[in-house]
């Protein structure tokens, strides 16, 4: 059974047995001993000791894990041996030069810094001139607003500085052994007292070790190298991942208006459809949170897996963003049932009207627009947001919809149903009722709103109209030209004015209308039982939708005729020509 002891090796603890103990001694006095004399000495040995610190930290698995000898001798292996470093000027001149790294670690050089020492530090790491590093993070920060000072200052953050020799050789790729540590420092003592010549240090460290390595050792070392590139191109594709996606996040999160710095042209919109400009700050927070903690942690991974001395952020603010995370989504689902509820039911408002039209009378019927929205007498199913006449903001649709019905009533009515959607059916039928159309008569005009309007409180909820005209048999119908697109119906309706009727005087009867004014011999298509047919027999009728466009085809034996939507001749095809 052995004792351990516990040792303070560059300021971490370590147990270790006392047999290993005694080698680990005996080894830092031979050191110390072969560089009796040397400038820096001080400085050299602090830097081999916080080496052998890092290689001890690399091995133990957790802080009760006590080093033995084995331990001991593969970190002697690493370093080399004290005999082996002896200082020999002579060995500068005679000796071949060669270069041999065994991979770079990614630390901040201070040394050579305008900052922070993170352009110099990516420099080495990735063997680019820091001044086009620095050229980069300008031109960065410009195009993305300022975005990428946050990667910046993260770097700055949780990059470690080299502050040791050791730190410095790793920081260029070059073995951390006795021999580079000891180089480097004179090297820096040289250089300050003005003394230093023109001599390639590299290849003393190198040149001083002895043999060659087997095969299997290359063979082993060429596997490591390119696990250990995979790895690294892994730690830098979460980077630039994560990095992007966070540098998206910010920009969107206030792009949107969120605190009032950009007053967002489509906030109109969200406030009109979605939750409102009284959640969507709310909204972004949550979601700029969901999404952004995740990718912070990949990016505190892929700089894990580049900077092996990477600062913690600590237990507490770990749990903190996992806390803030649970929250953030448990709020997104929270306001996405809420949206989902807003229109789960819909509801709708009828009002009947008489209409003073009685058989053998004449009705015209006209759309109207409406100048101060700016809209046109066109059905579509787009809402908008405009001012009114009285300079009030209006939500605004021309989604209505005309339907014609004949009755054997000895009046006319008119019946204006309006529908909506709500969370709940009283809400849905209380945003229907708040929905404003107009119509009026004049002598034997009726006028027809082109458009609905509602206050905005009100919000889109696919609010729409319908106009039903039950006009008495025998009397007379006119439609404008302007109708067409609010009539276009499919049978479900039953709709007896079809398109391509308009501009026609049309006698209402009890299956249809009759054409008073279409030419003898005129080729248009007639309603007969719900289709259009010709005063020949053999014929085929058919409505194509092209596009949204209706195109009307008619075959029969004097050849095809195509009409488009306007009732418009496009192609006519007989037996003599085209």
Same mark, same amino acid.
């Not at 400038?39 to 009760?64: C, P, V």
């Not at 040149?207 to 790895?231: E, M, W, Y």
């Not at 792009?255 to 969200?270: D, K, L, R, Y």
């Not at 405009?386 to 000895?410: A, C, G, M």
């Given at each position: %059974?052995?004792?351990?002891?516990?040792?303070?090796?560059?300021?971490?603890?370590?147990?270790?047995?006392?047999?290993?103990?005694?080698?680990?001694?005996?080894?830092?006095?031979?050191?110390?001993?072969?560089?009796?004399?040397?400038?820096?000495?001080?400085?050299?040995?602090?830097?081999?000791?916080?080496?052998?610190?890092?290689?001890?930290?690399?091995?133990?698995?957790?802080?009760?894990?006590?080093?033995?000898?084995?331990?001991?001798?593969?970190?002697?292996?690493?370093?080399? #041996?004290?005999? =082996?470093? %002896?200082? =020999?000027?002579?060995?500068?001149?005679?000796?071949?030069?060669?270069?041999?790294?065994?991979?770079?670690?990614?630390?901040?050089?201070?040394?050579?810094?305008?900052?922070?020492?993170?352009?110099?530090?990516?420099?080495?790491?990735?063997?680019?001139?820091?001044?086009?590093?620095?050229?980069?993070?300008?031109?960065?920060?410009?195009?993305? !607003?300022?975005?990428?000072?946050?990667?910046?200052?993260?770097?700055?953050?949780?990059?470690?500085?080299?502050?040791?020799?050791?730190?410095?050789?790793?920081?260029?790729?070059?073995?951390?052994?006795?021999?580079?540590? *000891?180089?480097?420092?004179?090297?820096?003592? *040289?250089?300050?007292?003005? &003394?230093?010549?023109?001599?390639?240090?590299?290849?003393?460290?190198?040149?001083?070790?002895?043999?060659?390595?087997?095969?299997?050792?290359?063979?082993?070392?060429?596997?490591?190298?390119?696990?250990?590139?995979?790895? &690294?191109?892994?730690?830098?594709?979460?980077?630039?991942?994560? @990095?992007?996606?966070?540098?998206?996040?910010?920009?969107?999160?206030?792009?949107?208006?969120?605190?009032?710095?950009?007053?967002?042209?489509? %906030?109109?919109?969200?406030?009109?459809?979605?939750?409102? #400009?009284?959640?969507?700050?709310?909204?972004?927070?949550?979601?700029?949170?969901?999404?952004?903690?995740?990718?912070?942690?990949?990016?505190?991974?892929?700089?894990?897996?580049?900077?092996?001395?990477?600062?913690?952020?600590?237990?507490?603010?770990?749990?903190?963003?996992? @806390?803030?995370?649970? /929250?953030?989504?448990?709020?997104?689902?929270?306001?996405?049932?809420? #949206?989902?509820?807003?229109?789960?039911?819909?509801?709708?408002?009828?009002?009947?009207?008489?209409?003073?039209? &009685?058989?053998?009378? !004449?009705?015209?019927?006209?759309?109207?627009?409406?100048?101060?929205?700016?809209?046109?007498?066109?059905?579509?199913?787009?809402?908008?947001?405009?001012? $009114?006449?009285?300079?009030?903001?209006?939500?605004?649709?021309?989604?209505?919809?005309?339907?014609?019905?004949?009755?054997?009533?000895?009046?006319?009515?008119?019946?204006?149903?309006?529908?909506?959607?709500?969370? +709940?059916?009283?809400?849905?039928?209380?945003?229907?009722?708040?929905?404003?159309?107009?119509?009026?008569?004049?002598?034997?005009?009726?006028?027809?709103?082109? #458009?609905?309007?509602?206050?905005?409180?009100?919000?889109?909820?696919?609010?729409?109209?319908?106009?039903?005209?039950?006009?008495?048999?025998?009397? /007379?119908?006119?439609?404008? $030209?302007?109708?067409?697109?609010?009539?276009?119906?499919? $049978?479900?309706?039953?709709?007896?004015?079809?398109?391509?009727?308009?501009?026609?005087?049309?006698?209402?009867?009890?299956?249809?209308?009759?054409?008073?004014?279409?030419?003898? @011999?005129?080729?248009?298509?007639?309603?007969?039982?719900?289709?259009?047919?010709?005063?020949? $027999?053999?014929?085929?009728?058919?409505?194509?939708?092209?596009? @949204?466009?209706?195109?009307?085809? &008619?075959? +029969?034996?004097?050849?095809?005729?195509?009409?488009?939507?306007?009732?418009?001749?496009?192609?006519?095809?007989?037996?003599?020509?085209?």
């Amino acid at each position: %059974m052995n004792k351990t002891v516990n040792i303070n090796l560059a300021g971490i603890f370590f147990h270790i047995d006392e047999d290993a103990y005694a080698k680990l001694q005996h080894y830092l006095d031979a050191i110390k001993r072969s560089l009796s004399g040397t400038n820096g000495r001080d400085e050299i040995i602090n830097d081999i000791e916080a080496r052998i610190a890092e290689l001890f930290s690399e091995k133990i698995q957790n802080e009760r894990q006590v080093i033995g000898t084995k331990e001991v001798e593969e970190v002697i292996a690493v370093m080399g #041996q004290p005999e =082996d470093y %002896m200082l =020999d000027e002579e060995l500068y001149e005679d000796e071949p030069s060669y270069t041999k790294t065994k991979g770079k670690k990614l630390f901040r050089d201070t040394e050579h810094s305008y900052i922070g020492g993170v352009s110099s530090g990516l420099g080495h790491f990735l063997g680019i001139n820091a001044i086009w590093l620095r050229l980069a993070w300008i031109l960065l920060t410009i195009f993305s !607003t300022g975005a990428f000072i946050l990667i910046y200052i993260a770097l700055w953050i949780f990059v470690p500085e080299a502050k040791t020799t050791a730190d410095k050789l790793a920081m260029r790729g070059e073995p951390v052994t006795i021999s580079n540590i *000891e180089r480097k420092i004179r090297e820096g003592f *040289e250089d300050v007292s003005g &003394k230093m010549k023109d001599i390639d240090y590299e290849k003393y460290g190198y040149s001083a070790r002895k043999g060659a390595n087997s095969a299997a050792t290359a063979v082993g070392d060429g596997i490591s190298f390119l696990l250990n590139l995979f790895v &690294k191109f892994i730690g830098i594709l979460l980077l630039l991942i994560a @990095g992007t996606t966070l540098i998206g996040l910010f920009i969107g999160f206030f792009t949107v208006g969120t605190f009032g710095i950009i007053e967002a042209p489509w %906030m109109e919109w969200v406030d009109m459809v979605g939750p409102g #400009q009284e959640n969507i700050w709310v909204i972004s927070i949550l979601a700029f949170l969901a999404i952004g903690i995740p990718f912070f942690f990949l990016f505190i991974l892929g700089l894990k897996i580049l900077v092996k001395k990477l600062k913690s952020i600590g237990t507490t603010a770990k749990l903190v963003l996992l @806390g803030l995370w649970i /929250i953030s989504v448990l709020g997104l689902i929270f306001f996405g049932i809420k #949206q989902a509820t807003e229109r789960a039911y819909d509801a709708d408002v009828v009002i009947t009207e008489t209409l003073p039209v &009685k058989a053998n009378d !004449t009705l015209y019927l006209k759309m109207e627009g409406n100048p101060v929205l700016n809209s046109t007498p066109y059905r579509s199913g787009k809402f908008n947001y405009s001012l $009114d006449e009285n300079d009030q903001k209006v939500l605004w649709s021309q989604d209505i919809r005309l339907v014609v019905k004949s009755t054997s009533d000895s009046l006319g009515r008119i019946e204006i149903q309006k529908t909506a959607e709500g969370k +709940n059916y009283e809400d849905a039928r209380a945003r229907a009722e708040k929905i404003n159309y107009s119509t009026s008569f004049s002598g034997n005009e009726l006028k027809l709103g082109g #458009q609905l309007t509602t206050a905005p409180e009100n919000k889109y909820r696919d609010q729409e109209v319908q106009i039903t005209l039950y006009l008495p048999e025998g009397s /007379i119908l006119y439609a404008s $030209d302007n109708t067409y697109s609010f009539h276009r119906n499919s $049978d479900w309706y039953e709709d007896i004015l079809e398109n391509g009727k308009e501009e026609r005087y049309l006698l209402i009867t009890r299956n249809g209308v009759d054409c008073l004014d279409c030419p003898e @011999g005129d080729d248009s298509w007639e309603e007969s039982e719900g289709e259009w047919l010709e005063e020949e $027999d053999d014929e085929i009728n058919a409505r194509i939708d092209v596009d @949204g466009e209706e195109i009307n085809v &008619k075959i +029969n034996k004097k050849g095809v005729k195509v009409k488009d939507e306007n009732n418009e001749e496009i192609l006519k095809i007989n037996s003599s020509n085209i």
